[in-house]
């Protein structure tokens, strides 16, 4: 049974920093990913890497302060944030799939994050 498991989430200052991590078990999968939706809003792609070589990509309002990356003994992703601004408010959620193209089709419940002003 595939099952992804964040931790991380919580309260953190506007410009601060805070990482999430989801522990991946069950299977392999060719690729993670971060997805969030913020209150009232559609949930929308953070970031992505690829399980084998670690190729990253990053919605445009994150690049430059979000860093992915991958443990593949832990089979364990992370999402180091920087840089937080209250816009990035939102229930972040791990997501994985074993295709190289196609929709993510294994997800976590999700962790809270608020950035205070």
Same mark, same amino acid.
């Given at each position: 049974q595939v099952q992804l498991v964040e931790s991380?989430?919580?309260?953190?200052?506007?410009g601060g920093?805070?990482?999430?991590?989801?522990a991946a078990s069950g299977r392999t999968f060719s690729s993670m990913a971060w997805f969030r939706q913020a209150p009232g809003e559609d949930r929308e792609f953070v970031a992505h890497i690829t399980w084998s070589? &670690?190729?990253t990509d990053y919605a445009d309002s994150v690049k430059g302060r979000f860093?992915?990356?991958?443990d593949n003994a832990k089979n364990t992703e992370y999402l180091q944030r920087n840089s937080l601004k209250p816009e990035d408010?939102?229930?972040y959620?791990?997501?994985?799939?074993t295709t190289v193209i196609g929709p993510y089709k294994s997800w976590g419940? &999700?962790?809270q994050v608020t950035v205070s002003s």
């Amino acid at each position: 049974q595939v099952q992804l498991v964040e931790s991380g989430g919580g309260l953190v200052q506007t410009g601060g920093s805070l990482r999430l991590s989801c522990a991946a078990s069950g299977r392999t999968f060719s690729s993670m990913a971060w997805f969030r939706q913020a209150p009232g809003e559609d949930r929308e792609f953070v970031a992505h890497i690829t399980w084998s070589w &670690g190729a990253t990509d990053y919605a445009d309002s994150v690049k430059g302060r979000f860093t992915i990356s991958r443990d593949n003994a832990k089979n364990t992703e992370y999402l180091q944030r920087n840089s937080l601004k209250p816009e990035d408010r939102a229930v972040y959620y791990c997501a994985a799939k074993t295709t190289v193209i196609g929709p993510y089709k294994s997800w976590g419940q &999700g962790t809270q994050v608020t950035v205070s002003s």
